[in-house]
């Protein structure tokens, strides 16, 4: 894995695809059997099937450089103002946060859609915090390239997670 520079402006939303019930554990193996150092994703979600409760698990460490966000298409990592033709830009300075579960299969539950936006202002000020720099932007991996991530349940709702937790941090992250 290779080192990571600068601080993070932005964070992408993710879904795992496979079983909600997967563990960290299970993901790391999964990881370490690819050849990868760790997970791709910084942090991962997890849904408590019983009340709807989300819990915030660390993956890979900040430290280095992703393994969640590399721009497949050509022609959008090259239209892209941000990564201006870099497919690997999404990995360096922007957070992987990753549902588990497949939210192109399964819809998600609204309690735990509330429980999920609260995870993710959460882990966006504990970054602030830690780089004394805020985050500018949230983005569903589909809206930087060709992917069903992070399942159509979940992009279908982007505009109204951004403006959420927007609101709890008291800032409005861009698109
Ligand atoms: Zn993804």
Redesign the pocket.
């Known amino acids: 894995m290779k080192k990571r520079y600068g601080n993070y402006i932005g964070a992408i939303l993710?879904h795992t695809t496979g079983s909600e019930n997967q563990t960290l554990k299970d993901m790391e193996n999964i990881a370490k059997a690819k050849g990868y150092g760790a997970v791709s994703y910084n942090y991962l979600i997890k849904r408590d099937t019983k009340n709807n409760q989300a819990s915030i698990k660390t993956g890979r460490n900040t430290y280095w450089v992703g393994a969640?966000?590399y721009i497949e298409n050509d022609s959008k990592a090259k239209k892209d103002p941000l990564a201006k033709g870099d497919k690997n830009y999404y990995n360096k300075n922007w957070l992987g946060i990753a549902l588990i579960g497949d939210y192109e299969k399964n819809q998600i539950n609204s309690d735990y859609l509330e429980n999920v936006i609260k995870s993710i202002a959460h882990i966006i000020e504990v970054i602030n915090k830690k780089q004394g720099q805020k985050i500018k932007y949230l983005r569903g991996?589909r809206e930087v390239d060709n992917?069903l991530?992070?399942g159509k349940s979940v992009y279908l709702k982007m505009d109204y997670i951004r403006d959420k937790v927007s609101k709890i941090l008291g800032y409005t992250l861009l698109k």
């Open positions: 993710h969640h966000t991996h992917t991530c992070p």
